[in-house]
């Protein structure tokens, strides 16, 4: 069963900070890779999915990377701002036909003005 | 404005009742999910359909049950056979095929005392 492991847990940067965001998997025969964004107490939102045989997709100043053969993916955010304090949660899809998907439990980011 | 509605926001049920949580989307996805998350942790796939009238369990489907009568429609039973049912839970949905993008709902909040 894919196992999916994200570090540090929580995060705390000031303003104007890039930072990088880690996600592991354990099972590297993955389909592709997404990753949300969750508010407290809302559902989660899309932010990026990167395909098995891409190595980087970006969005913003949002940037993902993905190797497939180390099972790492990294979640870059340049230039933090207060406003992207929130829960980063990483997904792969799983099962016989991809149908699962495994959540890793995310990392919390405060971002501090 | 397509999307993924979730009612109720928050509920509240004494133990021993069964509650049933509605889950309504207008992506036309064949595919649609059900997760729990608990606190500080991942989300957790309790059931998943993927398409209309066929639907099979995720890795903590007792104590849960589901139908799928309708395309835009997924609702979810918490019986009074799930020992900890205080959660808060997402519905989700996606195109058909492997690993497809997921779009979560706003989720609903469960207490049971």
């Known amino acids: 069963k894919q196992e999916v492991t994200q570090i540090p847990a929580a995060l705390s940067v000031p303003e104007g900070e890039n930072l990088v965001l880690n996600c592991s998997f354990t099972d590297s025969a993955i389909y592709n890779l997404q990753w949300f964004r969750q508010d407290p107490g809302k559902g989660l939102t899309s932010l990026l999915l990167i395909q098995s045989s891409q190595r980087e997709q970006t969005s913003g100043r949002l940037n993902a990377s993905l190797d497939k053969s180390s099972g790492r993916s990294t979640l870059y955010i340049a230039a933090s701002q207060p406003g992207d304090s929130a829960t980063y949660l990483c997904a792969v899809p799983g099962g016989d036909n991809f149908n699962k998907f495994y959540f890793g439990s995310g990392t919390k980011l405060n971002v501090k003005p | 404005d397509g999307g993924i509605t979730q009612s109720p926001k928050y509920l509240f049920r004494k133990e021993g009742q069964n509650v049933t949580l509605s889950c309504e989307q207008n992506l036309n996805h064949d595919a649609m999910y059900w997760y729990r998350q608990d606190p500080g942790q991942g989300l957790r796939l309790i059931y998943y359909?993927?398409?209309?009238?066929?639907?099979q369990k995720g890795d903590i489907a007792e104590g849960y049950s589901v139908s799928r009568e309708k395309k835009e429609s997924f609702p979810l039973t918490v019986t009074s056979a799930q020992k900890n049912p205080t959660a808060f839970y997402l519905c989700?949905?996606?195109?058909?095929?492997?690993?497809?993008?997921?779009?979560f709902g706003p989720g609903t909040r469960l207490t049971v005392t």
């Open positions: 359909s993927q398409i209309v009238n066929d639907f």
């Open positions: 989700a949905s996606s195109k058909a095929g492997r690993g497809s993008e997921q779009y």
